[in-house]
């Protein structure tokens, strides 16, 4: 598997893009029950607020870094530089390059509506992809009956690679929940269903180059995302302040000796 370094509690995968496909595609190919999660700013601090889900988290086969400031972290907390690998731009790559291999790919999560709309993208844009299986589950904690039999299904579709979105944290809980039990490489991709559904635009390269996702992600969903993204984001600026003062200190201490 690739490098992995801390960024606060959770242990960052590191590497490019191109090594982070081949990585997942390597996992789905041993049908490894295994999982692959992508770490933004609220991950990582309630990775480090949450001990317990700090453990799902690290436990993961891969944790790529999904937003830009946990990317540019891991060279703070002395890893290497690394580039953002962010699930909206890993699920087209890890779809075509799952055709070219032919692997094949099921989806796990969100509406009947959007998947629907990723049957069709698919089937438009990637004839030649093998499409296991789609589906949607209810929007509430599934009874154990109704889990069983969604292991069934996803195990008798026999994919390679199973995309999950049903949010942060449930989704990489639900993956942690069924390894050993769904014989796949689960990712955890939340929102990247939507935007290869062709249903939620992105912001432009150069916006996203200046950090400016999130800002765009709470104009659309202001209701749901506020706390998220105003609290978390300030806490993890603070978290990583007191890294730095922390660092700087025993820089100071040893020069002094």
Not at 135 to 146: I, Q, S, W
Not at 233 to 239: G, I, M
């Amino acid at each position: 598997m690739l490098p992995r370094y801390p960024v606060l509690s959770s242990l960052i995968s590191t590497g490019p893009a191109p090594a982070f496909v081949d990585a997942v595609l390597r996992l789905g190919a041993a049908r490894s029950s295994s999982y692959v999660c992508f770490a933004n700013v609220h991950m990582v601090v309630e990775a480090h607020r949450q001990p317990a889900f700090g453990q799902v988290v690290n436990r993961a086969a891969l944790v790529a870094p999904d937003g830009s400031p946990v990317a540019a972290a891991v060279r703070w907390f002395g890893g290497p530089a690394q580039p953002r690998v962010a699930g909206m731009d890993a699920l087209p790559l890890l779809l075509a390059e799952a055709a070219r291999r032919g692997q094949s790919v099921y989806f796990y999560g969100t509406t009947p509506e959007v998947l629907a709309a990723i049957e069709a993208r698919i089937r438009r844009e990637l004839p030649d992809l093998r499409l296991a299986g789609l589906h949607a589950p209810p929007f509430r904690p599934l009874t154990p009956e109704e889990d069983a039999a969604d292991v069934a299904r996803i195990n008798a579709a026999d994919p390679d690679l199973l995309f999950v979105a049903l949010g942060c944290p449930r989704q990489e809980q639900w993956m942690a929940a069924h390894q050993g039990r769904i014989r796949a490489c689960m990712l955890g991709v939340g929102q990247a269903f939507m935007t290869y559904a062709g249903l939620e635009k992105r912001l432009p390269t150069w916006a996203r180059r200046l950090w400016l996702e999130w800002a765009y992600r709470l104009w659309l969903e202001p209701r749901r995302l506020w706390r998220r993204y105003l609290v978390t984001n300030s806490r993890f600026v603070w978290l990583m302040l007191r890294h730095a003062a922390v660092q700087w200190r025993g820089t100071a201490d040893i020069s002094t000796q």
